[in-house]
């Protein structure tokens, strides 16, 4: 079965400290990897997304940036956190083969991220 | 881009009430719906989705309509129950490169006993 792993759950740092988020998928083979932040009470942004190893698109600029090492794996990190960037952080992925045909997106349980 | 307008952010009903969110989208190319639950300080959950080519789809006290021309599309919950309490969203995506959603604002559902 499918799954997707993010951690850490909860994460404080103060500003201008480096961040790495790291979110890995199981089950499941290229798929489309997505990095969301949701500000308190907010939707959901879409930062980066993937579609395979070392291909990254960014949505918004911002003091954020994202790689994906291998196929299942992809990492946000920034080199100096600013106090804006606390939000909580949510990865998804896209399966592709077997769920093409509905879009589905699953996601993680989320960093919540307190920049203080 | 494509833009989604959800409404209303905040619904409180009575349990055992119905409760209605609606969401518009902007590109008319869009053609996948899904419906997501959040609960507190947790990923959303896929509930149910729609595709362009089907108006209506129920899935047990769950239902959602689409109306392509109007590019509108609800979520219908009957017979509220405590645990549907919880932040819902909307989106909507092309089939494309990247498959990206783009969500509603989000709605939070308080279902009071």
């Known amino acids: 079965s499918q799954t997707i792993h993010q951690w850490p759950a909860t994460l404080v740092q103060p500003v201008g400290s480096p961040l790495s988020l790291e979110c890995t998928v199981e089950?499941?083979?290229?798929?489309?990897l997505y990095w969301y932040r949701q500000a308190a009470g907010r939707g959901l942004q879409l930062l980066f997304y993937?579609?395979?190893?070392?291909?990254i698109s960014s949505e918004v600029p911002q003091n954020l940036s994202a790689s994906r090492p291998q196929d299942r794996q992809f990492i946000l990190s920034s080199k100096k956190l600013l106090l804006s960037d606390s939000g909580f952080y949510l990865c998804?992925?896209?399966?592709?083969?077997?769920?093409?045909?509905?879009?589905?997106?699953?996601f993680g349980a989320g960093t919540r991220l307190s920049v203080l | 881009g494509e833009n989604v307008e959800q409404h209303p952010s905040t619904l409180s009903v009575q349990e055992g009430d119905s409760a209605v969110i609606k969401c518009t989208y902007s590109d008319s190319a869009s053609n996948y719906f899904p419906w997501y639950k959040q609960e507190l300080g947790k990923g959303p959950q896929l509930i149910i989705d729609?595709?362009?080519?089907?108006g209506e789809k129920k899935d047990q006290r769950i239902a959602v309509t689409l109306n392509k021309t109007a590019k509108h599309f609800s979520l219908h919950i009957t017979e509220t129950q405590p645990e549907d309490s919880a932040v819902y969203f909307c989106a909507a995506s092309v089939k494309a490169a990247g498959n990206k959603l783009t969500f509603g604002g989000g709605t939070r559902v308080l279902v009071k006993p």
């Open positions: 089950g499941t083979s290229n798929p489309n």
């Open positions: 729609i595709r362009s080519n089907v």
């Open positions: 998804a992925y896209y399966p592709g083969q077997g769920s093409e045909a509905k879009n589905i997106q699953y």
């Open positions: 993937s579609v395979g190893i070392g291909q």
